[in-house]
């Protein structure tokens, strides 16, 4: 079945980059997603990607998709404090496919950023 | 305001004990799903519903149950069958299966002693 591994932790400084790692096993995912859960709550969409794009850019947020390597990224720029939480990724299925319509997360990256 | 609510945040049960844990939606989302939180875990899918009346077992459904008799509810019940119900227990729409973003509820966290 399918797969998406993660570190579990990143600690970086207030004012660094941020980069999250994502690893998946499901060639034909359509989309690939990161999530961020902060304590006690539910999942926010941070941004997602199409498997036939390479780089996405959104505000602090670059994603950044090796499809041959199966491999995804989360780049966040001038971390903040504000951005400690845990990041999930995810994998959804092709169309047509017995995956469809399901994601697959990864354990989540729990970063946490110092003052 | 729009959103997904799910209710009680904590919940406390007995083993032995079944448990119906709530989630609301007034987005007009057709696609609803639950999935279970473990620590150091991804989520994982129990069941979801495409549509009114229709629902699908995800990839641990066993020792639960769900019922889907309205567009805006989706009821999970926790059985005794479960063996270890203990998690935070997440609700999510979209606007149908094929829409590439689900929206979560704030979760509801079960302790079963």
């Known amino acids: 079945g399918e797969d998406v591994e993660q570190s579990l932790f990143l600690s970086v400084r207030e004012g660094d980059s941020s980069v999250i790692n994502c690893t998946y096993t499901d060639s034909s995912s359509t989309y690939l997603y990161w999530y961020k859960q902060e304590p006690g709550a539910g999942l926010q969409l941070l941004t997602y990607i199409f498997s036939n794009m390479d780089m996405k850019q959104d505000q602090r947020l670059t994603v950044l998709l090796n499809k041959k390597d199966k491999h995804l990224s989360l780049r966040i720029a001038d971390t903040q404090t504000g951005d400690s939480a845990i990041y999930f990724c995810?994998?959804?299925?092709?169309?047509?496919?017995?995956?469809?319509?399901?994601?697959?997360f990864g354990q989540g990256t729990i970063l946490t950023v110092h003052p | 305001d729009g959103g997904i609510t799910q209710s009680p945040k904590y919940l406390f049960r007995k083993e032995g004990q079944n448990v119906t844990l709530s989630c609301e939606q007034n987005?007009?989302?057709?696609?609803m799903y639950w999935y279970r939180q473990d620590p150091g875990q991804g989520l994982r899918l129990i069941y979801y519903?495409?549509?009114?009346?229709?629902?699908q077992k995800g990839d641990i459904a066993e020792g639960y149950s769900v019922s889907r008799e309205k567009k805006e509810s989706f009821p999970l019940t926790v059985t005794s069958a479960q063996k270890n119900p203990t998690a935070f227990y997440l609700c999510?729409?979209?606007?149908?299966?094929?829409?590439?973003?689900?929206?979560f509820g704030p979760g509801t966290r079960l302790t079963v002693t």
């Open positions: 995810a994998e959804g299925g092709e169309a047509g496919g017995t995956s469809y319509g399901k994601l697959t």
């Open positions: 519903s495409q549509i009114v009346n229709d629902f």
């Open positions: 999510a729409s979209s606007l149908d299966v094929v829409a590439y973003e689900q929206y």
């Open positions: 987005l007009n989302h057709d696609a």
